[in-house]
Structures are given as C-alpha cells and as structure tokens.
C-alpha cells in the first residue's frame, strides 16, 4: 500500500493504475470465494486462483495509459473499470441462477428475444438475483471515480508534469501483463493439461485463467463458430444428406421392434473396457478374483444380445463424445468437445428427441456431478432431455463423493426417487463416475485386491470395475423388485478406454503378453468397449462378433424399439443389420475392420496382429485404401454436419412438432409432478408408495450399513441425552 500511495502522490496516472488493479483483484477474490463453485483443490490450484484476475487487468488498463492528455487517460481508466466491474457482477448475477458463466451466445440470444434457452433471459430476472451485499462489488468504483475527480483538480502550487512517462509506463504495463498471462497459461498447463482445446467446464477456464480471459476466449469462439456457420447454406447439406442416405442399413426383420413401446435403461459405464468381462484377476496368494462378475452374467445372459468387437471412438470430448456418438450416430470434434463448442447453439436430431416425438417417451438424464461440467445443462435441452437430474439433486456430501462426483451405489439409489415419478414409457440415461481416472477408492468399499504392475493407476483400476459392477447388480435388483424390470430394455456401454496407450504395457502381463512387444496393433485392441442389449423375456441372445462402433449405436437402438431411421442423418449403421458394413473409424483415423487394422501408414492383419503392410501387392493396397477412405468419409460428413449445423436447414417429419422445453432444469419436480402423463408413472401405480424402501445396497456411507458398535454406541449417546433431558426436566417441574 505504501508503494502505490507514494506513486499516486508523485504520479497521480500510475497511482490511479495501481489502485485499480488491487480493487479488482480484491472484488474478484471475493466473489471467487463467496459466489462460485469453482473446486479448487491444493497449493498449486490455489496460487493460480490467485494470480488469474492480474494478468488480463494489467493489460486491459494499461491501454489508459497510452493516452497523452490526462483527462482522456483518467476516463478511460474508469470506463474500462466499469466494463470489468459489469462483467465480473453480470457473471455473478447469471451464476446465482444457473451455476454457469455467461457466455456470448447467451447474450446474444437474450438481445435477441430467444427464450427456447432461457426462459424470460436473465436480463429480465436479474431483481430477483439481486443482494443486499452487491453494494461491495460497486463501492471501489465509486471510489475510484471520487479519487479520478480529485486528481483532476489542477494545483497552482504544483507545476503541470510535462514528461512523456505515458509512452513508457504504457508500454511497460501491457507488456507487463503479457508476461503474467503467459505465465498463467503455462502453470495452468502444467496442472490441467490441453485447457484450452479440450474445455470440460467453463467454470475450469475460470478458474484458471479469470473472468476477463473467459470472455475474451468464448467471444472469440462463438464468433469464429458463427462466421463458419454463416458461411453455410441448404446447399452444403446435399452432399451430407447424400452420404448418410448411402451409408443406411436396413433394419433386419428378425430384430426391428423386439424392444417396442418399453421403457429405456442406458447405464454408460465409466471407463469400462471389454478386457474387463470375464476377466479374473489373481492376487498375490494365487486366488483368482472375478473383476466383473455381475456384468459378466448379463453379458452371457440370453436375454442379452452382446458385441465383443464393439469400440470407442471418442477424441478429445471423452465422455462427452461418447454422447453426441450414441445417441445421434455423429462423431465428436477432432479437436476440443462439440458439447463445449457447439453444445449450446446447434440443432441436434438426438435419441431423446426422436423417442419423444415418435413414441411418447418421457426423457431423462441423471448424472451425480455438476451439471456445467462438458455442458451439458447447455447441450441437453438441444438434445431433447426433459429432465436433467444432476448433483443438485443429489445428496453430495464429502464422504459421498470421490474425484468426479456421487459413488454409483449411492447415485443409483437415490436416483429411484426420480425414477418412480417418470411417465411411462421413459428414455433414461445415467453416467456412472466412480470407475474414472485416477480410480481412488476407500478400503471399505473395495471388495477385491489391487492388481500389481507397476502403475498405481492400472492397479485401482480393477477395485473401481468391480465396485461399478456391484453397483449395477443392485440397481438391476431394484428394477426387479420395483416391477419395471419386464417390461424394459437395459442397455449398457462403455464410454471410452480406462488405461491410455501409456500405460498399456503395464497391462501387458496381466494380458498374457510380453510388454516389450507391445505395438499399435495390441494398442488398437485395447480401444473395445462392452455393449449389451438386455431384453427380459427374450430367450435368443449371443454375443456378436461384428465390428462396430458407438456411431452404430443409436440406428441400433432405434430399430430394436420400432424406430425407423431412414429419415435421420446418421453416420453409423445398425449392428443387427444384414447390410452392416462392419466398418470402424476411430477419431484420429485409423479404421478396423474385421480383415484389416489401418493405423496410420501401416496395415495390420486383424486376426494375427502382424503387419502385412509391405506384403500386399500395390493393387491390393489401393483396393483397401479405398476401404480407408469410405470410412474416413464418415468422419467428414460428421464434421461437416456439426461444425455447419446443418442440422438447422433438414428437420424430418417426424421432429416438426417438436419443441424445447421451457425451463432449464429449475424446479424439475414441479414439472413432473405436473406432467399431463403423470399416472403412468411408477409411484401413481403404486397408489403413491414408494419404491424406496425397496432398494437394497452395502454402501457403507449409509447409516443403515455402519458398523454394529458405532451405532450402538449413537443408541448408548442418545439415550444418556434423553436420560439427562428428562431429569432437568423433572428437575424444572420440581
């Protein structure tokens, strides 16, 4: 404080400088603290957090100082300031109703009078968001202004400082601010890698990297996406439509419809990789230990219709990838995540659209993490999900939770409460989360031992696949129980690899393979995901061989509930189909088929793993380059399809009654409780009962699961309470 009181007395413009960037930094540390939910975690975290608001405030109000007459200098200082002071207080505002940073599109859909997003926008609710304590964000611009009006004053006594102090001080001061933003973009770098191009959260970017850089960094985003989206017309829709009308496969007779008119369970397991069913895992005393047993029996069951050649194809959007791949057969971005980037703005031809339009279904999605996170509160609605359950509704304590959110015997459980109050029939999705990297578990809740290679990673990993099996075991349990089970249809599959190609070789031995020979080859096989499609009652199930992806996924699913899907543009085909091309792009562009693996430059034969590459005849390896090709084509026609929103010039018969819904996920259950269908759900049926009581899980958070003495010794506490109560009690009456 002394430093820049004694630069405002002998140099009022730097002194002024100064003093702004403290007052921001100090209102931007309190509404870090006091109004967002931003999970900072650790030393290095923290120190970031710190330093994110300096950087882009420096440069921002360096540009003041550029001006040589100091009444324009002065002003412009203080505009800039209210500027930040406006966005900080904005963001504030919008996050106290949506627990999300605004962003460019949002403004521009509110200035526009688009509601489809936010119901009145928040420009027209911003009253009821306000507090008494905002005052706190606006008093260090009054004072700033106050202390800008008295530095005008001329002093007689004090002669006019004719110096050219701004060319230098200006100069010092950007570059100054350059160097701490790049500063701050390396040590974010370091603690969360690929920030930038693959943006999970906006509350990550913040957190990083401030308020002022988030706006600049969507700005610059949904401007550039808008101007490619501009560029686009009707006619840059043919050559798509074209492609996707050429890559459909007819449903197979045997299957189409044999799931019609039952509700929908899609359990996406987290990390789950097909080396995991049946796999059983020796420890160190020679005991074998099944990873997957429950899995395992569904996924042998005769019911079930499973696929062993069934692969991820997810790129940088992982999870959220997985998503926009299975359920509206299109690819994720070659860069970053379409949730992020395109997520919010783009038309979407979605699974829980299409069964909402086409057969009644209700939609849902339930998840135990925040729902900001791959925005999904902002691409849902596009997609077609009525209802969102995330972790505001969910009881999401510290001892409830691991890295990225709810354990999955408590999510699922308390996720019944939502469930029975669904109409019927209903599409339902739920994202398990505690098989996710780094895979941490508690001791009590592991129930086999860890593998030992030597990464700690790989070693978790299959403590955390075993605790999401038995998690699945209980839900599948309840659904029985509760009577939903016959007449549903289970779907379960992995969303992308658990282990990287790093830490493959690890893996090697448990494998039955030699680390050392390790290749692209062994790497590609590792890319399989599970897939089972559960039908009670249906007795002719097997496990396929057919090659396939996520993008199959959805004409799959579609054609299994009576859906034809002809009039869509997807990019994959039915798996069941007898004109399934068995063709597999990954998202960096290797294909797999069932003959050949294409990996890079090299080519693999499917069954051996050896290269035969230099082995086939130049006639050979233009017939398979033309294989390579049409798959490759897949990729495009996708990236075309999403990056132009094409989607907006095509909408089906089928989709043109369809309309969002008018509330973004705020108070859902007044909602439901309301839908015209409501009798159709589960509790109606019940007379009202709940389910509940219904679910049986050994979490071991659960009161009901703690140890015999502890409870015992509450039982011993609450009765020596009640005993004291009562004698003073007595003693009052006395």
Known sequence: MEFIKEKFKNNKRIGLFLLAILFFWLKTMLAYYTEFSLGVTGALQTFILWINPLATSVILLSLSL??????????????????????LYANILYYREFADFMTLSTVLSNISGDDSILTGGVFTSFLVMLRLWDVFYWLDFVGLAWLTRKALKPKEEQPKDSRPFYKRYAFAGTLTGLALLFANLMIAETDRPQLLTRTFDRNYIVKYLGVNFFAGYDSFQTIKNNHVR???????????YNFAQE???????????????????????????????????EDEEGNLHEVTPFTNSIYHDEATISFDNFFHQVGQGKSSDAEVLTENSLFGLPEGSAFQVLGSDNVFHAAPKILSEEKGYTTAAFHGNTGTFWNRTGTYPGFGYEYFFDDHYYDVSPDRVLDYGLKDKLFFKDSVEYIEQLPQPFYTKFLTLTNHFPYPLEEENASIPKANTGDETVNQYFQTMRYTDEAVEEFFSWLKESGLYENSIVVMYGDHFGNSNMRNPHLAPLLGKDPDEWDAYDNAQMQRVPLMFHIPGYTEGEIKETYGGQVDYLPTLLHLLGVETDPYLFMGQDLLSEENEQLVPLRNGNVLTPEYHFLGSDIYDAETGEEVTDSLSESEREELAEVVS??????????????????????P????????????????MEHLENHPDAETSLLH???????????????PELPE?????ENEEEAEAEEDTTSTSDEESTTEEE
């Open 66 to 87: 550029y001006m040589k007459d100091d009444k324009k200098s002065y002003h412009t200082m203080l505009f800039i300031y209210f500027l930040m002071s406006l966005l």
């Open 630 to 651: 049409h798959g490759r084509d897949r990729l495009t026609n996708s990236d075309n399809l999403l990056n132009l929103d094409l989607l907006r010039f095509y909408q």
């Open 230 to 240: 501009a560029q686009a017309d009707e006619g840059d829709l043919t050559e798509v």
């Open 653 to 668: 018969v089928t989709l043109k009654e369809w309309e969002p819904v008018d509330y973004i996920y705020k108070e859902q």
């Open 685 to 699: 049926q019940n007379d009202g009962e709940s389910t509940m009581d219904l679910y049986e899980t050994d979490a």
């Open 705 to 709: 699961n703690q140890p015999v003495e």
């Open 247 to 281: 890559n459909y496969a007819a449903p197979n007779e045997e299957y189409f419809g044999l799931a019609e008119g039952r509700n929908v369970f899609t359990i996406v397991l987290e990390s789950a990789q097909q080396f995991a069913m049946d796999f059983e895992l």
